[in-house]
């Protein structure tokens, strides 16, 4: 950053890191998570012929309330729904939408966060929640997941009634171990506080059949609000398009921070058509959870330490110098992630010739310099 203390900046962000994963130009990019394939070629033409029907109402304003992107969302959630297929009864006034579902949070927490207010969080986990949370005024307090990064009922009880936060942050399948909070994990959050609980589910298609979405827990639960995002399984994170569930007047109260016609017409169009072609979108998810599969039996067969996973993404440790074995994979065209937490590395599942080239570029590594991995793990 450039001499921020030169600007009247607002004294708590002075000092701050941007988010922000490395982004360079190599062939293998395995490192935010995306989905690895590209839009089906069906759906890049549904979405030209769709967005072409809008181009020349571009002078007005769009739907502020996007009501049928909200109907849309509501069919493809009580349609393919989870992978668990559990059906849950959803109305549009329960749906909300935004740039992504980093946007979404972020009007979560400009509604029920801010100045003097608390969120809490257990880590290892997203890095945007504590950014989200800290950039509306609010005070983010961390609690330490356990040694396999997974989480009690138990843990989250008594976690949440000590901190009593007004916002409880959630993530399942989490990012960066991919590990899977069971229903009860939650439902002990929101029974031990007054707050907020968000469950983000931006992985929830990759899960396992037998967890369900937490969006079966809305029912009775009003301070409950599941988010959800197209970036990840949907294969569009350059659309940028989240999404939230929740009672309707949780959902209203967002409309309280949201900037006018923050989804822009294209957005909607393009979002929708997106939603019209689900299977086609998905229809890469069975691929990208065998990729991970391979990740994770070849990295244990390597000698490292493997975390269970539910996303499209692996978090391995036993890694003797992380930072080394990154720049190593680069020399070799190949970009993951080091994401901070000692001895540890995490990967994106690729289509089948990334993870296979990944695979054998550590193979390769490994075979080299056996000391890449730590020894007694
Ligand atoms: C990738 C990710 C998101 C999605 O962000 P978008 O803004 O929808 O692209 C949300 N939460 C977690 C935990 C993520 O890993």
Not at 26 to 50: C, G, K, S
Not at 152 to 174: Q, S, Y
Request: hydrophobic share 40%; proline share 6%; with cysteine.
């Amino acid at each position: 950053m450039g001499n921020i203390e030169s600007l009247p900046v607002r004294s708590d962000l002075v000092g701050r890191e941007p988010y922000g994963a490395p982004h360079l130009d190599v062939p293998v990019q395995l490192n935010v998570n995306e989905n690895a394939y590209p839009i089906p070629d069906i759906v890049v033409e549904a979405m030209r012929a769709a967005v072409d029907t809008h181009l020349a109402g571009l002078n007005r304003y769009p739907d502020r309330e996007f009501t049928t992107l909200r109907e849309h969302l509501v069919d493809y959630l009580g349609g393919v729904n989870d992978r668990a297929g559990t059906a849950v009864d959803l109305s549009p006034e329960m749906i909300w939408a935004a740039n992504g579902s980093n946007e979404v949070l972020s009007h979560i927490a400009q509604a029920f966060g801010g100045p003097g207010r608390t969120a809490l969080g257990f880590t290892p986990s997203y890095s945007m929640h504590p950014l989200i949370t800290t950039g509306t005024g609010a005070e983010w307090v961390h609690a330490d997941r356990d040694d396999d990064y997974g989480l009690t009922a138990e843990a989250v009880a008594a976690e949440v009634a000590r901190v009593d936060p007004d916002i409880v942050f959630l993530c399942t399948p989490n990012n960066p171990t991919g590990t899977s909070l069971g229903l009860d994990v939650i439902e002990a959050a929101y029974e031990n506080c007054s707050g907020i609980v968000i469950v983000d589910e931006a992985y929830a298609e990759f899960s396992r059949p037998a967890l369900p979405s937490a969006m079966t827990l809305l029912e009775g639960r009003p301070r409950l609000v599941v988010s959800r995002t197209m970036s990840k399984a949907f294969a569009c994170a350059g659309l940028r398009l989240g999404y939230a569930i929740a009672a309707p007047e949780l959902i209203d109260t967002l409309r309280l921070v949201r900037l006018p016609y923050h989804l822009s017409d294209v957005t909607q169009v393009l979002a929708c058509t997106a939603l019209e072609h689900a299977d086609l979108l998905l229809g890469n998810v069975d691929r990208l959870i065998d990729s991970r599969n391979a990740i994770s039996t070849r990295l244990a067969e390597l000698g490292f330490t493997v975390h269970p996973s539910d996303s499209n993404f692996v978090l391995f440790g036993g890694i003797a110098r992380p930072a080394e074995l990154w720049q190593k994979l680069l020399d070799r065209g190949i970009l993951i992630r080091d994401i901070g937490i000692p001895h540890h590395a995490r990967v994106n599942a690729g289509t089948e010739a990334e993870t296979t080239a990944f695979l054998s570029a550590i193979g390769d590594i490994v075979a080299d310099d056996p000391a890449t991995l730590l020894s007694n793990h």
